[in-house]
């Protein structure tokens, strides 16, 4: 006879709910407890409980280690992306200036075609001239 599969949802039962949390809890930090042995690697561990405790645990190097080590490369994460947000704003800046120039060649080319400002005959050729 098998286990029967456990619907993931709040347990409403405050005494069950508070036994899954420990046994749960016990099993992760146990998993990454063997991860570390396995596969020779740093493993942290927080849980934050309902009631605001904090329950930590770590392998491999100390938590302090691990923390240090995380902020360094979300630092160095942060400092990748805003590169890559500068060089897709430089970007996006030379096609809206594209964009612009675009705008004001075809503008003031429908202006010279206006009556007001025609000097004889506005053909295309007569304004590729006055370019």
């Known amino acids: 006879m098998g286990r029967r599969k456990v619907q993931i949802k709040r347990i ?20 990454a407890r063997q991860l570390s042995v396995l596969c020779e690697s740093s493993v942290a561990v927080l849980v934050v409980s ?43 800046a030379s096609k809206v200036t594209e964009i612009w120039k675009q705008t004001f060649l075809v503008t003031r080319d429908e202006t010279l075609m206006l009556p007001e400002y025609s000097f004889g005959d506005n053909t295309p050729e007569t304004l590729s001239l006055l370019k």
């Open 50 to 92: 309902a009631i605001g405790k904090l329950y930590n645990s770590s392998s491999g190097d100390n938590m302090s280690k691990i923390i240090d080590r995380y902020k360094i490369q979300q630092a160095d994460d942060l400092q990748t992306l805003e590169k890559l947000l500068m060089e897709e704003n430089l970007v996006l």
């Open 12 to 31: 409403e039962n405050k005494s069950s709910r508070q036994v899954t949390f420990c046994k749960r809890r016990n099993g992760l930090i146990e998993k």
